[in-house]
Nanobody, 122 residues
Framework: QVQLVESGGGLVQAGGSLRLSCAASERTFRYYTMGWFRQAPGKEREFVAAISWNDNTYYADSVKGRFTISRDNSKITVYLQMNDLKPEDAAVYYC????????????????WGQGTQVTVSS
């Protein structure tokens, strides 16, 4: 099972930017669909973005135009560039991985990271 480690979270002012990284352990990373989810206190985990093995991307409406997901197969890492952050973006962000795109988007991926905290001050 693929192991995932997120990094890059922190405190940022509203309107600022952060880039999250998710490093994977699996050498067949390039075949995986990778995704990002987030969970705010008292709320359910929600889908943020996903990128397929062939670089097709899919975003939640709430982050379209502000967030960009990308991957570097040589570094077995997926990124989430977050621009124009809003207080409602504050959450723990989780990385997910699966060989099937639909499982990632549905939130039933096989692999999950431990999460990284993003805090946005207004």
């Amino acid at each position: 099972q693929v192991q995932l480690v997120e990094s890059g979270g922190g405190l940022v002012q509203a309107g600022g930017s952060l880039r999250l990284s998710c490093a994977a352990s699996e050498r067949t990373f390039r075949y995986y669909t990778m995704g990002w989810f987030r969970q705010a206190p008292g709320k359910e985990r929600e889908f943020v973005a996903a990128i397929s093995w062939n670089d097709n991307t899919y975003y939640a409406d709430s982050v379209k135009g502000r967030f960009t997901i990308s991957r570097d197969n040589s570094k077995i890492t997926v990124y989430l560039q977050m621009n124009d952050l809003k207080p409602e973006d504050a959450a723990v962000y989780y990385c997910a991985a699966d060989l099937e795109f639909s499982r990632v988007v549905r939130g039933t991926a096989a692999g999950w990271g431990q999460g990284t905290q993003v805090t946005v001050s207004s």
